[in-house]
């Protein structure tokens, strides 16, 4: 097949591009580079443009024809989106409304779009599925709601097929170590805890311990990036027998929390840790563990990184390169 991946130099966008590439299938990426890296992407045309830019994204995509759209381009840091939602409402919506007219435009019809668990709010059942409701508590989490449902109505007017993916906690790096999760400002727990064991001096913060979880801190569910990956793909070939709108959570199942992580980065590196406590930031669910059981049995989705050691052991070694 040939892709075409907006977002495509970003951490899970570039395990995307990577994994479609072993599979045999040729890829374009798309993306403005704002928080991508180039050097993170290889062997494949490059088309550099905003979504906001209709007018370059139009020129840029006239006439195009790809077998799938595998769509990453967003912003995705839950605090600054509670301070800057405007930001989000028009990267997130605007940007994807713009990718979707120009796919309608070119019968471009097949769209795999990243989702995320933020879309639920604060969870109502231990483990999270398909048909949970649906309550965002951050803007962040509303704008890919609201994308979703922009999608399912485009399915029900177009001939045009989507599957978004809600996923959890994306973590760990591809195993050749070439590439893994490079964010400037990093926020993301498990590579921060990686930088302060390998800094000596780093000092780690914990943000918040009057959750409502075994230990106080935020419980949460860690899939590794490649396996993502995987499901992506998954997802693509399932729309040639499967048309309209459909949706899957993607998640190994079990949760743990931020101490649970930081024990989990001890083992793995082989010292301890040490952390600042801190108050909790606005717009964190106590606890968001996924019910994938959907992806597993209609799309035959296998992940390969089932414990939460084998996933920080990849991160590790892209940290330690």
Known sequence: MKLLIPGGAGYIGSHMVRYAQEHGHEVVVLDDFSTGHEWAVKGCEILRVNLLDRDKLSQLLKGRDFDGVIHFAAKSLVGESVKKPEIYYRNNVVGTLNLVNEMLENDLNNLVFSSTAAIFGNPVTDKISEDHPKKPINPYGQSKLMVENILQDTC?????????????????????????????????LIPNILKSAGSGGNELKVFGDDYDTHDGTCVRDYVHVTDLAQAHLLGLEKMKDRSGFSAYNLGCGDGFSVFDVIESCQRVVGESISYDMEKRREGDPDKLVADATKAMRVLSWKPE?????SIIRTAWQWHTR
Request: hydrophobic share 30%; proline share 3%.
């Open 156 to 188: 029900n007017a177009y001939d045009f097929n989507s599957t978004c993916f809600r996923y959890f906690n994306a973590a760990g790096a591809h195993k050749s170590r070439e590439i893994g999760e490079a964010h400037d400002p990093e926020t993301h």
């Open 305 to 309: 990184f089932l414990d939460l050691d």
